[in-house]
């Protein structure tokens, strides 16, 4: 079975966190990688006990771009300052994943400038996925973005290039990694780049962007330790919205499945989407969160949504800004509704001290459209939550002992 991560990921986009220029310009590196270490006790605090990272590479605008996967962005600093948050969290016992954007390159990347100057022919070309037109080889660009254009991993000098990007950042203290747009590389692709990652940094955690499909044949195909649980989210927030519990008891019903292979990596909130507060209101925000905190699976939280932040994710040029916004210098010039934090610090505690939750199952004892009632069990059947959901008013959350005591409700 793939390794697991025992931690909780605090996921913050850099770029927008520490409010960089929209576009990468000349001048001086400014380090404002350094903006985040006031904020790692703000993790701690909440519960987490990992910071995953947005894009830190060099990039030509948000991040997913690359220009450069061994240069930190200008934007945010050098080396130096990505080296002292590493130490910081470290220090912090945080756990800290970096974001690989390892499947494209933007279209200004060297070797892209090179192939194109060559007419997409010879070895530079080679790295690259091309489409044969009758005008001639162009390459291939990641879902329709002209801006991006995909590296060829089927080339064994990709293969090493991409396990030697990995391993580099691993040396220098990174823990763990994020594979973007893991699903647009065949799966045994991946397989020889994580086996070279392997035999360096055996503990590193690898886990994949994957949507759709079926997740435990990509991660044994790929090498990966886990993958985005996708469907735990939209089941997750519709069966809140939509009042229809059968479609989260469904998608966790297949979520047992996955973990007897793998753990996936679950979320409710992340830079790609529209704010769950937004989706369900801070109180349905806060039984999403619930869901989370008592089901088996990697858990993240999503800067913001600690606070109830809201922002809509739109399909447009700038569609991502009301997702990935500003923090302010120091926490406590931090604004939201308190409610919420603290209904993260209470989950997170919950979560935390019990560490089997990480593996756990579940089992439906009450289903309705409205109201839902299940069991989360430890894997070796030595420990379990009994877990009450009721969205037939105000939505509202409770967690119990196994013995009926209760451990958190939600505040309306």
């Given amino acids: 079975m793939p390794r ?11 770029l927008g966190f520490t409010d960089a220029p929209a576009t990468r310009v000349g001048g001086p590196h400014e380090p404002r990688l350094r903006r985040l270490l006031p904020w790692l006790d703000h993790a701690r605090d909440l519960g987490a006990t990992g910071l995953l990272l947005g894009p830190v590479f060099d990039s030509a605008t948000h991040g997913y771009d690359t220009l450069d996967h061994l240069r930190v962005d200008p934007r945010l600093g050098t080396d130096a300052d990505l080296d002292a948050l590493l130490a910081a969290a470290h220090d912090r016992d945080l756990q800290v994943a970096l974001d690989g954007v ?11 400038v090179r192939a194109r100057e060559a007419g997409f022919a ?3 070309a080679a790295w690259l996925r091309l489409e044969h037109t009758p005008d001639g080889p162009r390459p291939r660009v990641f879902e329709g973005h002209s801006s991006l254009v995909e590296l060829d991993h089927a080339n064994p000098e990709v293969a090493a290039y991409v396990a030697g990007v990995m391993n580099h950042w691993l040396d220098r203290g990174v823990d763990a990694w994020r594979l973007d747009a893991a699903y ?5 692709l991946w397989a020889p780049i994580l086996a070279d990652v392997r035999a360096r940094h055996p503990h590193a955690w690898v886990f994949g962007e994957v949507i759709h499909g079926d997740y435990a044949d ?31 008891d469904w998608t966790l019903t297949r979520h047992n499945g996955f973990l007897e292979t793998f753990v996936p990596q679950t979320f409710v909130g992340n830079h790609d989407v529209t704010r769950i507060a937004t989706t369900l209101g ?10 989370l905190m008592t089901v088996g699976g990697v858990p993240s939280v999503y800067y913001g949504d600690e606070m109830g932040w809201t922002g809509v994710k739109e399909h447009r040029a700038g569609g991502d800004d009301a997702v990935r916004p500003p923090y302010p210098a120091a926490p406590a010039a931090l604004t939201g509704d308190e409610r ?15 560490p089997w939750l990480t593996t756990a199952t579940t089992r439906t004892l009450e289903l309705t459209n409205t109201r ?11 420990a379990a939550l009994e877990v009450e959901l009721d969205v037939s008013g105000t939505p509202r959350a409770t967690v119990r002992a196994d013995d009926g005591a209760l451990l958190w409700e939600s505040v309306a």
């Avoid at 390892?102 to 892209?112: A, G, R, T, Y």
């Avoid at 647009?184 to 045994?188: F, I, N, R």
């Avoid at 989360?376 to 030595?382: P, S, V, Y």
């Fill in 4 to 14: 697991t991560s025992d931690r909780t990921w605090w996921h913050v986009y850099p």
């Fill in 102 to 112: 390892l499947n494209h390159v933007s279209d200004q990347h060297p070797i892209v």
């Fill in 122 to 124: 010879g070895p530079d």
């Fill in 184 to 188: 647009a590389v065949a799966p045994e």
């Fill in 218 to 248: 990509v991660v044994d195909r790929s090498g990966m330790d886990s993958v985005t649980q996708y469907e735990l989210w939209k089941a997750t927030w519709s069966s809140i919205a939509d009042r229809n519990f059968f479609e989260l």
């Fill in 282 to 291: 801070s109180q349905g925000a806060v039984v999403a969160l619930a869901v």
């Fill in 340 to 354: 919420v934090r603290q209904a993260h610090r209470d989950l997170l505690a919950l979560r935390r001290a019990r």
């Fill in 372 to 382: 839902y009632r299940y069991r989360a069990e430890a894997a070796d059947g030595g």
